[in-house]
Each structure stands twice: as C-alpha cells, then as structure tokens.
C-alpha cells in the first residue's frame, strides 16, 4: 500500500506550547534564584550587641551572646607587640674591611715623606724648602700643618725614633676592634648590643663595649707612644698627626635598620581574640567592668564594618535582571541538536579539569608575581586575586564549540568549581557565573561563522560584565574602599584578557584532539572557491550544479526542521565528490560528454556507478573531511538498487528474475544514521527525478516527492535512522515542496518575444 504524505509545516503550536512551558520554567526558576539568593544575602545577620554605647559601671539590660563566630583584632595589644618587637630590633652597623690596609699605607707614605723632606730641610733650613715641604705634605694627605709646628716636627726628627712596624701593629689592632666615633649617643639595643655587617662575612653582635671609639683610640695612642719614651709634647705632636690618618671604619646604618624593622613588623599577626557561637560574653543584670565594655565596643565595631555600604538589595535586582535576560535567550536559540553531540561530555569533562587546574596555578602563582615582580607596591587582598582569575575561558570554549545551552549548563558547573577553589565563596560563585553567562550570550550575539566573536564576546561582553560585578560586590561587601575597588576592577579587567588568551590558545587544540566541527570549519569548508569544487565545475558542471541544488533543498529543509542548515549544506555539497574523475559515466553530466552506457552491460554500468561512493571516501580522506561531512558520501543512496540498470539486466535476462544477483546492482553504503544523512538521501533524489520532469507542476512535484519518500520507506532505508518521525519526513516533503514550486513556478515570459514562433518559422 502506497504511503500517503501530508506536506507540514514547522508545528507551530507545538514551538507555542514550548514557549510556554520554557517561560513558565524561567518564571519558576527565577523565583527559587529569588527566595535562595535572598536568603543568602539579603538577610540581615543577627546582631550580638544591640547597645554599643555601655560603659564601665552600666548594668546589662540582656544577655550578650555571640551570634556568629568573630575575630576582634585587639589594636591595643597589636601596637604594644609592634613597639615591644621594634625596640628588641638590633641596631645595624656596617664595618668597611677596606679600610684597614688604607690606613697603613697612608702612614708608611708620611714616614717616607718626613724622612726626605728633613734631609733637604736640613741642608737649606730656610723659609723656601719649609713652604714647599709643607705644600707637599697638603697636596699628598690632605693636612693643613703650621708652618712653626711643622718646623718643630721636622727640627725635633721626633717619626724617626717611632718603630714603624710596632705602629703598624698597633693601628692594625685598632681597625680589628672596630672603630665608631662615639660611644656616647651610640645606637644600640635594650641589651647594649649591636649587629656588624660587613662584606663576604657573617653577620656578629657586640656589645658596644666592645666598640672602640676615637677617644679611646686617641688614649691607646698615647699609651703606645709612652711606651716609646716619648715626652709628654712629642706623644700631643705625633698623635695630632697619627689621629689625621686613624679614621672610623663602622658606621650605623640607618636605612639597613630601618629594613629590619619593616621585616620584623611584616611578620606579627594581629592580636585577635577569637570569639566563638553561643559564647555568653555578659548576663543580663551584671554590671560591666573596663575590660568587657572595651570588648563589647570592639564587637560592635566589627560588626558595623560587616555591614555592606550598598544594601544587597541591589545585587539581587542585578542578578534577577541577568538571568532574566539571558533566560529569554536561552529559552529563544533552543536547538534541538548540535554537530558535535557526541564529544559533549568528553570535551566539557576535559575544560572543566584544564579550568580547575589552571583556578589553582593562578591562586598559586598571582600572589606571587605581585608580591615580587610588581613595580610599585600593590595593597591587594585575597578577593582581588580571585576576581584576577580567568574563569570566563572555559565559557568561551563550550559555547563557541557547542550550543549557548551547553554552555550555560557548563556555566553553573563552573561557578561551583571556582566557588571551590576560591574557599566555597558565594560572591564569588556569582562573579562567575554572570560573567559566564555574558560570554554564552556575546558568543550567541556575534555567531560562530569566525574567529573575532571569541574576542567579541569577550572584550564587549565578559569584560564589562566583571567590572559591573566587582563594583555592585564592593559596593555591598564589608568596608568598601577606593582603593581596593580600584585594584579589583584592574584584576577583573586583566581576567577577561587572559581569559580571551587562554581560550584562543585552547580552541584550536581541542578542534584537533576532539576532531570536533566548528561552525567555522564548515564555513570554510563550504567555500566554493576551494580547488575540488573549481575540479568539480571544470570537469562535471552537471554534478557540480546537481550538488548546489540539493544543497539548497536540505538546507530549507534543516531550517524547518530545527537542525543546522550550515552542517546539512556542507555536506550535500561534498557528496557526489566521487563523480569528478569519472564525469562521463553520470546522466547531469551528458550534455558535455557521451553516453558510454550505450557501450556497457547492465552489470558494468551499475559497477560503474557504484563505485563513485568509494570514490568519493578516497577524495574525502585526501582532502581530510570530518567524519560528519564524509559521512554524507557513504549514506546518501543507503543501500539501495540501481533501479534503472537493474530493470535493464532483468528485461534483457534470459533466465529467471529470482535468480539475478541483486548486490550487483547494490550500492554498497549505509543507511542514514541520522536526520541531515536521510534529508540529503530525499533531496539527491528529489532534485534528480523532478529535473528529469523538464517542467513539472505543482501536483507534478507533490507526486515525485512522494513516491520517492514512499518507495525509500518501502525499502526501509531508515530504519537506522536516529530521530527520524513520521511528522519530520512530512515536515521534509512540504519544505522541498514549497522550494522547488519556487524554483519552477516563478519564470515569466521574456517580454517582446515568443521564442515558439520564431522557431517554428525557422524551421
């Protein structure tokens, strides 16, 4: 019995009904969102101290019990630890080892200089050698020495009694004390103590009586010089020039203690007082000493500094309105299906472990680049670097890979990951998944058909997004500062970038990993200026024009359906790629060449008609099409007969028709598996048989569409296709009904001429 079709259209009530459903879904979730979200942050926390003004003396009019577990930093016993851990901090001084060989060289040059100048004093002794004696000394050492004491120094030959190693010894035994300029007035610890640093030695600590001082150094000198039986006037002249020679060689250094201090600081904690639920601080009816009403106003003042500067009324109508907005869309770009279904699951798994791994580096990673690397001091906290981390990436992939609604699935999984990562943040959970949403919806507005909607959707779309977020969660965290907001929107801002990074770098890798068919991918494959169409339209127009028509029934068709037209295009232009080497054996390409049939048995031309199908999975691999694509090839005649070679075979047989061997004349392929495979299967035969018609009617038309859906369905060549319903083989039939009236039913007559007359006069 003949299978009698309807021609439908897309349902329409039934996409009504869906609208319905999808917006009374949207209605419900919105309401939970509201009824969580305002739990979670709208309601106010309880407060422990209700009466922040009590002072010493006062009686409790209630309990005062803690509400929730507070950290009170005690500022008192924090500023008392930094002054006690300051004051402990050991001054730094630095000790120049050079210094100590300079010295004696500088001595044993005086020596040698006194020496000669009082031989040529000697010989002239005048006013002249004393002068230029005396210029030398000021140009060599830099001393300004009297004339008159000079004399005496040079007269009285008091240096060339001093045994010179013997000083030698001694300044040398000073330098190893270390010298400062006065003990009195001296930096030092609460235990008179000191640190010495010096080049290419460790640190040591003295005490400063172990210091020597210049005074002390002055006193040794003499002491050293009466040993040397010199008089009381010789030691006061030869120590007033040794003393020029003898300087400090350990200084106190200022800016090294200073850094001392600032490292000590850096590494005392506050003095908290942990305060536990439940933890009864006052009963109602007791007076309130000194120490608990401080208590009660470091309480009170913790708690004023939890409470938000912006209500966070305001972050629920932000949140509200985003997923409103991006609710309608989703619910709008519904599909029912997506090119890559089947890697769904394996390339969400594996951009969720890539996300959480890389949430973890940056956790690890971004405080210190700041803390080491930075050029000027940043005052960040540990929320700023949350929002520094690129969560938007993951986003970007799935919904410029898939569907908006895969994406905004991975969205909310997403926010839990980071939420996680970030130490269960629900702030932070927010942060992302908003921003992830704007990604879904950037990548949604800006299409897939390049690469520029990646950074589109995230320069126009995740970028603001962040910075929107991070001040509507300043403005209603704790203690918003300028400052900080500052440098969260700074991070929120580097965020997006590196999210866009990290996303174009992944996008290409998973495409090759995955083997996954981007909507790009088939753009670029669907270009007809590519070298096997430009071979295709040289070799066999009549293919390459049959393929351009069935491109076009699918794809009206695949419209209808709810399908992706682009994928259903693609593939209906490359499946006769099998034909281009061996044009002359198909019927769309004879007006160029011969029939070689009339030369052929049965049996061979059906071989021969057969074997475009392998042919064209050789071209397909060579030329490395996706499996979606070539799959077109194998599936577009399923397994059916050559019907025209195999009625000729029979008709011309001499024996029985049970008898012929039909896989000769089978095309040796598969079935659809699939709805685009079943619509190019209708569409190739369509196209064909309506071409053969010339110039069909309407009813025409109807009846070839038909019969060729009937007779496929009578030889069950969809069986074993996924999806495929009675109502979407009638949805495909009214859709090339209505292309191809279009096609054939809107030619008028060329106006001034009647090309029938003229030739039947010529003839």
Avoid at 485 to 493: E, F, K, T, W
Avoid at 539 to 545: E, I, L
Avoid at 562 to 568: A, D, K, Q, T
Wanted: proline letters at 3%; one cysteine or more; charged letters at 25%.
């Amino acid at each position: 019995m003949k299978f009698k079709l309807k021609f439908l259209k897309p349902d329409k009530a039934s996409s009504a009904n869906g609208r319905k459903r999808a917006s009374f879904f949207t209605i419900f979730s919105g309401l939970l969102f509201v009824v969580v979200l305002s739990y979670l942050l709208y309601i106010p926390p309880q407060k422990t101290v209700v009466d922040s003004d009590l002072k010493a003396g006062d009686m409790v009019a209630e309990d005062i019990v803690i509400k929730k577990d507070i950290s009170i930093e005690d500022e008192k016993s924090t500023a008392r630890k930094r002054d006690d851990e300051v004051a402990n901090v050991i001054p730094i001084y630095e000790y120049y080892t050079e210094k100590q060989p300079g010295t004696g060289d500088l001595i044993k040059d005086w020596f040698t200089l006194i020496r000669q100048s009082r031989k040529q004093y000697i010989r002239g002794r005048n006013n002249k050698e004393l002068n230029r004696i005396k210029e030398s000394i000021e140009k060599k050492f830099g001393l300004e020495i009297p004339a008159g004491r000079l004399k005496n120094i040079l007269d009285s030959n008091i240096f060339s009694r001093i045994e010179l190693n013997e000083l030698l010894k001694f300044i040398k035994s000073m330098d190893e004390k270390k010298i400062i300029t006065s003990k009195i007035g001296a930096r030092k610890s609460r235990r008179d103590t000191i640190r010495i640093v010096s080049k290419g030695v460790e640190p040591i600590i003295l005490k400063v009586e172990e210091l020597l001082d210049l005074k002390e150094v002055e006193i040794a000198l003499d002491n050293f010089l009466n040993e040397q039986k010199f008089k009381a006037r010789d030691r006061e002249r030869i120590s007033a020039i040794l003393m020029e020679f003898i300087d400090i060689n350990t200084a106190y250094s200022m800016n090294l203690t200073q850094e001392e201090g600032v490292r000590v600081l850096s590494g005392i904690s506050p003095m908290l007082i942990k305060l536990k639920t439940g933890r009864v601080i006052l009963r109602k009816g007791e007076e309130v000493t000194a120490d608990q009403a401080r208590m009660i106003h470091l309480i009170a003042a913790v708690e004023k500094k939890r409470q938000p500067g912006l209500s966070n009324f305001f972050l629920i109508m932000a949140v509200l309105g985003f997923l409103s907005f991006f609710g309608r869309k989703f619910f709008k770009v519904w599909k029912s299906d997506s090119i890559n279904k089947d890697k769904l699951l394996l390339v969400t798994g594996a951009t969720l472990i890539v996300s959480a791994a890389i949430y973890r580096i940056s956790l690890f990673l971004f405080p210190i680049i700041l803390k080491n690397i930075s050029i000027i001091e940043i005052n960040y906290n540990i929320k700023s670097i949350y929002y520094a981390v690129p969560f938007g990436f993951g986003a970007l992939i799935i919904a410029f890979t898939f569907t908006m609604q895969s994406a905004v699935v991975f969205s909310f999984v997403n926010a839990i990951i980071g939420a996680v990562a970030c130490n269960w943040d629900f702030r932070i959970a927010l942060y992302i998944l908003l921003g992830n949403l704007a990604v879904c919806y950037g990548i949604e507005y800006y299409q897939r058909l390049k690469r520029s909607p990646i950074i589109k959707a995230a320069v126009f779309w995740l970028l603001p997004a962040n910075i929107v977020l991070i001040v509507l969660l300043n403005l209603t965290g704790d203690n918003t500062v300028l400052e900080l907001l500052s440098i969260d929107v700074a991070m929120g801002i580097l965020s997006s970038i590196f999210a866009l990074v990290l996303a174009s770098f992944i996008i290409p890798i998973w495409e090759i990993w995955f083997s996954l068919v981007t909507e790009l991918k088939l753009i670029e494959l669907a270009n007809l200026n590519l070298p096997i169409f430009r071979e295709m339209l040289e070799k066999a127009p009549g293919t390459y024009h049959h393929s351009q028509m069935v491109a076009s029934l699918a794809e009206a068709a695949a419209q209808d359906l709810g399908r992706i037209p682009l994928l259903v295009t693609t593939m209906a232009l490359y499946h006769d790629i099998g034909k281009i080497d061996s044009p002359h054996l198909f019927t769309e390409n004879h007006t160029i060449y011969k029939n070689p049939h009339d030369n052929f048995s049965p049996r061979e031309s059906a071989k021969n008609i057969i074997t475009h199908i392998p042919d064209g999975i050789e071209r397909a691999n060579k030329i490395k099409l996706p499996e979606i694509v070539k799959s077109s090839i194998l599936q577009h005649h399923g397994t059916k007969l050559v019907r025209f070679f195999f009625d000729k075979a029979r008709q011309m047989s001499s024996i029985e028709v049970d008898e012929i061997d039909e896989t000769a004349f089978r095309y040796q392929g598969e079935k659809p598996q699939n709805i685009e495979n079943a619509i190019i299967m209708l569409a190739d035969q369509v196209e064909a048989a309506t071409k053969s018609l010339g110039a069909p009617d309407e009813e025409e038309i109807k009846n070839v569409i038909e019969e060729i859906i009937s007779v496929n369905i009578e030889e069950n060549q969809f069986d074993e296709c996924e999806g495929l319903t009675f109502k979407a083989l009638n949805i495909i039939a009214g859709s090339f009904h209505q292309k191809l009236s279009s096609i054939y039913h809107m030619r008028i007559s060329y106006p001034g001429f009647d090309f029938t007359e003229k030739k039947e006069n010529n003839k």
